[in-house]
């Protein structure tokens, strides 16, 4: 009997111990930003011809997504210059190659890095946008263009963007 009326205890005791608690929207905020990851990646072409890294994208929730240069096989990164947007709003000559130094996102000198992240909030771009990631590179004292792989530009460089979609990160 001592024995039924001990285990009747500790089963009372464990039940009224748990109790359910409401999340708060901070807690769930928070949780939406443990969910990032790479919904989509390419690479980065050094000289027409290396590959020297990729160039990826991660939604990180509510709206806001990392574009992030990531090198490889020994290349350095220097500068960094992104176009996001609408694909008819990016900046080119009348002949159709990019404008480079209009690109709306920059990077000061990156002295050489491995890794360079943009943070934006595409809330305010379309669906399917454009994206046209530059950077200037070296690998010892080999310096280069590089791009992230994709389409060609309509003029005459070997520039090239690609087309990205925010619906192909859902989770």
């Known amino acids: 009997m001592k024995k039924i009326f001990l285990t009747l205890i500790t089963f009372c005791a464990i039940l009224s111990s748990c109790s359910e608690e409401p999340v708060s929207s901070n807690e769930i905020d928070h949780l939406q930003f443990q969910t990032d990851f790479v919904c989509f990646e390419t690479p ?23 574009v992030s240069y990531e090198m490889d ?4 990164l220097d500068y960094a210059h992104l176009f996001a947007g609408d694909c008819a709003l990016m900046p080119t000559t009348k002949k159709g190659n ?3 130094g209009h690109f709306p996102f920059k990077s000061s000198n990156q002295n050489g890095d491995s890794t360079l992240t943009f943070t934006l909030n595409f809330d305010d771009f379309p669906n399917c946008m454009c994206l046209a990631a530059h950077a200037e590179v070296h690998k010892g004292n080999q310096r280069e263009t590089a791009w992230a792989a994709g389409t060609d530009f309509p003029g005459g460089s070997w520039a090239t963007y690609v087309e990205f979609c925010k619906d192909s990160c859902d989770l």
């Open 73 to 76: 096989n020994g290349w350095e």
């Open 98 to 100: 990019p404008k480079v």
């Open 44 to 66: 980065l072409i050094a000289g027409q011809n290396y590959n020297a890294g990729r160039v990826t994208i991660v939604q990180l929730g509510l709206g806001n997504y990392e």
